[in-house]
């Protein structure tokens, strides 16, 4: 684990310098990670259990959420060193690899598979036979027709088909674990994962969260599952490293809104009071250079600029549907596409923009915390209560 930690380390550590500087991390840059917290993981989970089935179901789990990305970007050829792997022909090799890997730890390595085993992975099979075969067939890539209300029935597929997927994982797990296959001490490096995973596999791809904060946590989750020593502080009773790097992060985050919001008053800068917290004023002539998401909604009748700023359900909304948002980003490597909007932007004077501090920054500052202090939320709670 200390080795896995180590690659982890150095790959969010170069994970945040990308980011600052791009505002993005290649799907590249976590697989050699990935490599390392496998075998790291593989290895310590041998010398506990030296149970094949287990360690099995582990490499499942780590394949079922690359299969996923895999179905999300199929047929892409700009995604650095990756085009290969992403080739549309690849699809039913990856299937029956994907779909092998569970039969192998649920059927073939146990003793006594249970009946119930039978029907979960035959509903696993199905779940993911279905959208493999709507992803082949192009199902996903059609556009939503004008006016639609709300996503399509594909696209609500899409979104959410993991879901199932995952609770199969959680449930096949507690099967194996009550059923004396796996002991529960490894079977906790399968099902905290998957749970954890999942949410945020999840939130990324209902555009919530970061796609790359989403897979750095994944991933933390995959090859570092346990504290690979003692921190300061303890080792929090569940010893799921992954969350308590990520609510370390959540707490060391809270530096940015606050101090925002102060430099927001002390620079006069005025806005309803949720707003303050989570953005600030730049020049509309500028905002091609600055990073962040456009806060305001601008209009323009007979010369005059309206703008009001968009409601927090709105923005809920927006994120979910992936459409609505203005990237500054966007602006500055696709401004053809937004002269309408750079015009207002000028003639407005100022425009709101959410900050954009990478979230890659707080996961690092958060992952090297839980090494070596644990769990901050924990100790607070533990010095509140007294016990």
């Known amino acids: 684990m200390i080795i896995a930690a180590a690659a982890v380390l150095v790959t969010l550590a170069y994970a945040s310098y990308l980011d600052i500087r791009d505002r993005r991390v290649p799907f590249l840059v976590w697989l050699p990670m990935l490599a390392v917290g496998i075998c790291c ?5 041998w010398q506990m259990t030296g149970n094949a089935s287990l360690i099995a179901g582990y490499c499942s789990l780590v394949a079922g959420f690359l299969y ?7 047929g892409r050829t700009d995604s650095f060193g ?22 192998i730890s649920w059927f073939l390595l146990v003793p006594a598979p249970g009946m119930q085993l039978i029907a979960w992975y035959a509903m696993f099979a199905v779940i993911l036979g279905y959208v493999t075969w709507m992803e082949y067939r192009g199902k996903f890539d059609v556009p939503d027709a004008p006016g639609q209300a709300g996503p399509s029935v594909a696209d609500t597929i899409g979104r959410w088909y993991f879901i199932p997927v995952i609770l199969i994982f959680v449930i096949t797990s507690v099967l194996m674990i009550a059923a004396g296959s796996w002991p529960l001490n490894g079977g906790l490096f399968i099902l905290l994962p998957a749970v954890f995973g999942g949410v945020f596999y999840t939130f990324g791809r209902m555009h919530l969260f970061g796609g790359a904060d989403a897979w750095a946590l994944i991933f933390i989750a995959f090859c570092v599952p346990t504290f690979p020593f003692t921190p300061l502080l303890g080792v929090p009773p569940l010893g799921f490293l992954a969350f308590s790097a990520l609510i370390n992060a959540l ?16 620079r006069g800068n005025r806005a309803p009071l949720m707003y303050m917290f989570f953005g600030f004023p ?16 601008f209009s323009e009748k007979d010369g005059k600029i309206d703008r009001k700023f968009i409601g927090f359900w709105d923005a809920i909304r927006r994120m979910y549907m992936g459409k609505g948002r203005i990237y500054t980003r966007d602006l500055r490597e696709h401004p053809e596409d937004y002269t309408r909007e750079l015009s207002m932007y000028r003639k407005a004077g100022t425009v709101w923009i959410s900050y954009a501090v990478p979230f890659i920054i707080p996961i690092l500052a958060g992952f090297v915390s839980a090494l070596i202090f644990g769990d901050f939320l924990l100790a607070f709670m533990t010095v509140l209560t007294g016990r």
Request: no cysteine.
């Open 41 to 45: 993981t593989g290895i310590v989970l």
């Open 68 to 74: 996923a990305d895999y179905l999300d970007n199929r």
């Open 82 to 103: 990756l085009a290969g792997h992403y080739r549309k022909e690849n699809v039913w090799f990856y299937l029956a690899f994907v779909l092998a890997l569970p039969a």
């Open 251 to 266: 707490l060391l985050n809270i530096a940015a809104p606050l101090g925002i919001f102060v430099i927001n008053l002390v």
């Open 282 to 297: 730049v020049p509309g002539e500028k905002i091609r250079k600055e990073w962040g998401f456009v806060m305001e909604d």
